[in-house]
């Protein structure tokens, strides 16, 4: 990062002087050239390279519209070739010529800048060779990239990752390569869309497009929502919706953990402070919206990121408000999202096996379906039955599939709840949540959640011994020891066991989470804690049965019973729901 635009506001030399950006098409990519910009040659020797990696900085000075490319690009190489004073008082050495290969300006004009074949220059330490340097003019740590330039920037990075054959898994920020906040907070967190072409659309990115947007244009709208309604490049959905002037957003309904995603106990009405929107909790005294709550509703949309587990709440309340949106009258929209631990793993017992799928309990723990196809099954399932069923709108995903894992889609991870840290916490989640049922910690209060078995009675090694001898894929186990905090990455949490104890734990090792069943290790880890520590182990019979949906699974590890015969009855279970699954997969 270099302030090259103190220059600008220090210097009265220039002159009116201005070039109009050349028109970019869909066909080609517009580029100012040098001459075009009058550039001067090079004042010294530049190290030749062959361009293999695209990096993105930028100006760090804020944007500057009223001054044309021309005058900016000027000034720069002026500040560039010279011995020139920095905002820290020292001074940079000059250098040969501008230090960035490419300049994207306010107006979304592309410029030429140091020949693409020789190295550039920063004033941080890092190896510049093979790098490619693309510069956007402004400080996005507290401005945000203009929609012209954004588009810009994608159509050079698809134009040089072509012409130069650069993996697009190459493009990083300046702070990746330095120690530096360059390119800026709000830049930054949009790189990895230049990253993949064919990344997953979420159903948000097509709510605003035709056919979608005419069920929700001239309309009241109600949205479920939380932190992860956003759209990959930062927006939130609450914030579209609402600064829209063809939609009338008028309710918001926040599940658990609140509309911020930052509450780890029961919900309570509020008030959304960047709206003035008033913010019904769905995870309070009410998980079901009543008639009230949608009087000034015309349209209900659920826009939430889950995890692909039957206990985690978020699929019960899509479920309670569709329900809602069939009693009332009120059309429903499912904006789709990918399952974060793929859709080729389906496993665990059923509450009522052999039953229509017209309600959570009657899906297995891991279902492998997306929200919009539950939401799908969960409504034509209880249309065959005569029950109410919503008049129902999925927004679908594009380029998704089933074996994918959310980090193969290309779209960031936002913690969809305090404890759900990672995509490694929510593949171990089926197992290790199990562990709530019992008085061992599973981890909770730590930044690794759900990724521990620990009790201050547990002896580590041992432990470790009896779940080796299950010869479990895809997951190995190491001797460790926590403290449990009640402050989570920022988040306090409810009170984890055996709060401010250090205490000894076994740590789970993901080795390969495509042959790893989360749901049968589960089984093993409570029935080694059985087996090893009888006396010490307590079953919070409630919790346990209403994770496991099957009181009979508790009563037969409490017998010492043979996980293995445990595992397949359930097996048998699942035959019946993959067929009706498969009726409403949609990727």
Same mark, same amino acid.
């Given at each position: 990062m270099i302030n090259i635009f103190k220059f600008i506001f220090l210097t009265a030399i220039f002159s009116t002087l201005s070039v109009s950006a050349q028109n970019m098409s869909e066909s080609e990519l517009a580029i100012t050239k040098r001459e075009d910009w009058n550039a001067k040659n090079p004042v010294m020797e530049m190290k030749p390279h062959k361009p293999q990696f695209i990096t993105i900085h930028h100006t760090g000075m804020p944007q500057k519209p009223e001054f044309s490319t021309k005058e900016k690009l000027l000034v720069l190489q002026n500040f560039s070739q010279n011995d020139s004073p920095m905002a820290d008082g020292s001074i940079k050495k000059a250098w040969p +010529?501008?230090?960035?290969?490419?300049?994207?300006?306010?107006?979304?004009?592309?410029?030429?800048?140091?020949?693409? !074949?020789?190295?550039? +220059?920063?004033?941080?330490?890092?190896?510049?060779e093979g790098h490619v340097l693309i510069v956007v003019e402004g400080?996005? !740590?507290?401005e945000k990239v203009l929609p012209r330039q954004w588009e810009s920037l994608k159509k050079l990075v698809s134009y040089i990752s072509s012409k130069y054959d650069i993996s697009r898994e190459t493009i990083s920020g300046h702070k990746d390569q330095a120690e530096t906040t360059c390119p800026g907070q709000d830049l930054y967190r949009k790189l990895f869309l230049l990253k993949n072409e064919n990344r997953v659309k979420i159903g948000a990115e097509n709510l605003f497009e035709e056919p979608y947007f005419q069920l929700i244009k001239d309309k009241k709208i109600g949205l479920i929502t939380n932190h992860t309604g956003v759209l990959p490049e930062g927006e939130h959905l609450v914030d579209l919706l609402h600064e829209?002037?063809?939609i009338k957003l008028t309710t918001l309904f926040g599940p658990e953990h609140g509309i911020r995603g930052e509450e780890d106990t029961h919900v309570s009405d509020s008030k959304d402070i960047k709206t003035g929107l008033p913010i019904i909790s769905l995870y309070g005294k009410n998980r079901k919206p009543s008639p009230k709550m949608l009087q000034n509703t015309e349209v209900l949309i659920f826009d939430i990121q889950d995890i692909g587990v039957r206990f985690y709440t978020y699929i019960s309340t899509m479920l309670l408000a569709m329900e809602a949106a069939a009693e009332n009258n009120i059309p429903f929209i499912v904006l789709d999202r990918p399952n974060p631990i793929s859709g080729n793993y389906i496993d665990g017992p059923i509450g009522k096996p052999n039953h229509p799928v017209t309600q959570i309990d009657n899906l297995p723990i891991t279902h492998g379906m997306t929200v919009g196809e539950l939401a799908t099954m969960f409504n034509e399932e209880r249309k065959n039955k005569n029950l109410p069923y919503a008049s129902l709108t999925v927004v679908p995903l594009k380029n998704y599939s089933h074996k994918q894992w959310y980090d193969e889609t290309g779209l960031p991870w936002i913690k969809p709840s305090p404890n759900m840290l990672n995509l490694t916490t929510a593949t171990l989640y089926p197992a290790t949540c199990l562990l709530e049922g019992t008085n061992v910690s599973e981890g909770r209060g730590t930044l690794q959640p759900f990724e521990y078995i620990a009790a201050p009675w547990i002896n580590p090694e041992e432990l470790i011994a009896q779940l080796k001898t299950y010869n479990l894929e895809g997951i190995d186990f190491e001797s460790s020891q926590f403290t449990p905090n009640k402050m989570v990455d920022g988040i306090e949490i409810y009170s984890p066991k055996f709060m401010d104890e250090e205490i000894p734990a076994v740590e789970l090792?993901?080795?390969d989470r495509d042959k790893f069943k989360s749901v049968e290790a589960g089984i093993y880890i409570l029935h080694a804690l059985q087996k090893l520590y009888p006396k010490e182990l307590e079953w919070r019979e409630e919790r346990l049965d209403g994770l496991l949906k099957n009181p009979e699974i508790r009563k037969a590890l409490e017998a010492g019973e043979n996980p293995k015969r445990i595992i397949e009855e359930w097996k048998?279970?699942?035959?019946?729901?993959?067929?009706r699954r498969t009726e409403y997969l949609m990727y």
């Open positions: +010529d501008v230090p960035y290969h490419f300049y994207v300006a306010t107006n979304g004009e592309i410029a030429e800048g140091r020949d693409i !074949n020789f190295q550039g +220059d920063s004033n941080t330490d890092y190896d510049l400080n996005f !740590n507290k829209n002037p063809k090792i993901l080795t048998k279970d699942l035959e019946f729901f993959n067929i």
